[in-house]
T-cell receptor
Framework: GAVVSQHPSRVICKSGTSVKIECRSL??????MFWYRQFPKKSLMLMAT?????????EQGVEKDKFLINHASLTLSTLTVTSAHPEDSSFYIC???????????????FGQGTRLTVV | AQSVAQPEDQVNVAEGNPLTVKCTYS??????LFWYVQYPNRGLQFLLK??????LVKGSYGFEAEFNKSQTSFHLKKPSALVSDSALYFC?????????FGTGTRLQVFP
């Protein structure tokens, strides 16, 4: 099946610094990638939809200047957490959908997640 | 807005017994429903989906789900649980071309 690779799997950073998380589709092209944040109580919150070659679409309440998303190619999307604070500590998960498909005929494929800890 | 609800925070079941993880949906129009599983510190893995057709959908690892329009439910089931099935299970619905997840149900299978 399709593979989505997320890197790093774990990162610890100091408050005030920025952290970049990469999401790559390894064996398929993806015009659309999604970024989720998972909270300790386990619920998954959709943060933004990333579209190749255009600006990301952020969900209500998500600060676009804090969570910068870049989707520069059909196989790579990045999430940069800027000026990180301890409350940004969380598990971030990306997912990708195969180019030219919709949810009607394919599922989304998920990366393994990134555990961010801000100290 | 489309949404799914998972009323149980945790489900406990003995190995070998049947399991059910509940999901109800609230959508306008035809619902497109999914089940995903998450193992510790991992991303989500697709189990099955309902788009149209038979109400009983068979998926990966012996799981199945029954779409019930009158009860607006899409419960996940397995006839005989395994300890290795212990994980976090998410029901999801498509809304404006995005996957929206329920709050998740932790399944614990005891030997």
């Amino acid at each position: 099946g399709a593979v989505v690779s997320q890197h790093p799997s774990r990162v610890i950073c100091k408050s005030g610094t920025s952290v970049k998380i990469e999401c790559r589709s390894l064996d398929f092209q993806a015009t659309t990638m999604f970024w989720y944040r998972q909270f300790p109580k386990k619920s998954l919150m959709l943060m933004a939809t990333s579209n190749e070659g255009s600006k990301a679409t952020y969900e209500q309440g998500v600060e676009k200047d804090k969570f910068l998303i870049n989707h520069a190619s059909l196989t790579l999307s990045t999430l940069t957490v800027t000026s990180a604070h301890p409350e940004d500590s969380s598990f971030y998960i990306c997912s990708a959908r195969v180019l030219g498909t919709g949810f009607m005929n394919t599922e989304a494929f998920f990366g393994q997640g990134t555990r961010l800890t801000v100290v | 807005a489309q949404s799914v609800a998972q009323p149980e925070d945790q489900v406990n079941v003995a190995e070998g017994n049947p399991l059910t993880v509940k999901c109800t949906y609230s959508v306008s129009g035809n619902p497109y429903l999914f089940w995903y599983v998450q193992y510790p510190n991992r991303g989500l893995q697709f189990l099955l989906k309902y788009i149209t057709g038979d109400n009983l959908v068979k998926g990966s690892y012996g799981f199945e789900a029954e779409f019930n329009k009158s009860q607006t439910s899409f419960h996940l089931k397995k006839p005989s649980a395994l300890v290795s099935d212990s994980a976090l299970y998410f029901c999801a619905v498509i809304f404006t071309d995005k996957l929206i997840f329920g709050t998740g149900t932790r399944l614990q299978v005891f030997p």
